[in-house]
């Protein structure tokens, strides 16, 4: 077993603006895969719904897509999260952190 550092990042579908996701669920999984291939990086990602409040009260349901990432450095998760709230058009990202146990397990032959 080992010790790493686990990283999610939240991008809402929704654009900023209109509150509203303008394009398929798939084009923003593709453009989410080419920024990591981009940046070198293993990736796991999820589909999930969620709602928020933005400041002035509105409430906004939203597709969302969660990539989690190990053993990632901080420069490049803060690059990687800028770059999807840019692509994605989104006023933030939201990344969380903690610490993981990992093992593999292997099918004995």
């Known amino acids: 077993m080992k010790k790493t550092k686990q990283t999610q990042i939240y991008v809402g579908l929704n654009d900023s603006e209109t509150y509203q996701q303008k394009f398929e669920t798939e084009k923003y999984v593709s453009i989410l895969k080419r920024v ?3 940046y070198h990086v293993a990736f ?4 999930i719904n969620g709602g928020y409040f933005h400041d002035d009260g509105t409430y906004v349901e939203e597709n969302t897509l969660m ?5 990632v450095d ?19 990202v939201m990344v969380s952190s903690s610490e993981a146990t990992v093992r593999f397990v292997r099918e004995s032959i």
């Open 74 to 92: 901080e420069q490049t998760i803060e690059e990687i999260a800028k770059d999807l709230c840019a692509f994605f058009h989104q006023e933030s």
């Open 36 to 38: 990591c291939q981009a």
């Open 44 to 47: 796991s990602m999820s589909r």
């Open 67 to 71: 990539l989690t990432l190990l053993d």
